[in-house]
């Protein structure tokens, strides 16, 4: 058997010599682009065509299918997504919609029901987002409360201000809280990002609440952009989930925008959450791209 290319003959083919030392990649491809001629950088056909078996194998690539994270998946339809998506929220025991509908087109998926709280409503669209294929989600859902027998707004507000003095994630003393009709509003400061968050869960899970306006700043101490980028690119590439994928970090004043593209929106998730982590980050804009959603 003849000999395969050095990566600097051509990347693309050094990729299969090397996937074949080294086992198995995590990374993977919906597609390879064969250039005209890359014969011509192996010194026989026979080597030539055992190096693209060797890649087709280790990256799982087949015409027609997609593959992640050593699982086959097969090219899903609309109607598919659609079943997979009402077998997750049946399968969710947090879920509990009435009046449940799911339409999906072009992985655009469309929930509309009934919730009798705003976690609920949410919970429903996280559950979705976990379906393989999906690529957004326009959450419908209604929280309808009337059977709950509450309060009104202000006893509602109360309930709010009760879950927040008792999170002990949360500096309620900084932290204002209205609702009208329903819709909570919550104001004021915090440190950190993970506060805020922890602001609006238990605000959502509190009966009555229809609709969150969540207007908390994150105030942090300026940093340096340089700090701040390189930082958070050390702690995507010490993450077992992110740490091959391919994800740009920029950084503006406080401002932090992603870029870049991931296999899941579970990573897409969990990278917003990293960049949040850094000292010095006042806000994160996503614009990272789901491949294999």
């Not at 074949?20 to 080597?47: I, W």
């Not at 401002?255 to 006042?282: K, N, Q």
Request: charged share 20%; net charge negative; proline share 3%.
């Amino acid at each position: 058997m003849g000999t395969l290319p050095n990566e600097s003959v051509h990347p693309l083919l050094f990729s299969a010599s090397r996937i074949a030392h080294f086992g198995r990649t995590k990374k993977l491809s919906t597609h390879v682009t064969l250039v005209p001629n890359l014969e011509k950088f192996y010194d026989s056909p026979h080597t030539f065509l055992h190096a693209l078996q060797i890649y087709s194998m280790c990256m799982s690539i087949v015409p027609g299918r997609i593959y992640k994270g050593g699982n086959t998946m097969s090219k899903k339809t609309d109607e598919r997504i659609t079943q997979d998506v009402l077998d997750e929220l049946a399968w969710d025991p947090a879920v509990t919609i009435a009046d449940l509908s799911v339409s999906t087109d072009h992985g655009r998926v469309r929930l509309k029901g009934i919730a009798d709280t705003f976690g609920t409503k949410l919970e429903a669209q996280d559950a979705a987002y976990r379906v393989g294929g999906v690529t957004s989600v326009d959450n419908q859902i209604v929280v309808d409360p009337a059977d709950l027998d509450l309060h009104g707004d202000e006893d509602i507000a109360d309930d709010i201000r009760c879950a927040l003095e008792l999170d002990y994630q949360v500096p309620d003393e900084r932290l204002s809280v209205s609702v009208i009709d329903g819709i909570a509003t919550l104001k004021g400061n915090v440190d950190w990002s993970y506060q805020r968050d922890a602001a609006e869960d238990d605000a959502a899970m509190i009966l009555g609440v229809t609709g969150l306006v969540d207007e908390i700043t994150v105030n942090q101490p300026q940093a340096s952009a340089v700090d701040i980028s390189s930082g958070i690119a050390r702690a995507f590439a010490r993450n077992a989930e992110l740490y091959d994928d391919n994800i740009d970090v920029t950084t503006d004043g406080g401002h932090v925008t992603l870029s870049g593209t991931v296999a899941t929106w579970g990573e897409y998730d969990l990278a917003t959450d990293i960049a949040w982590m850094s000292p010095g980050v006042t806000s994160v804009t996503n614009n990272i791209v789901v491949l294999f959603a």
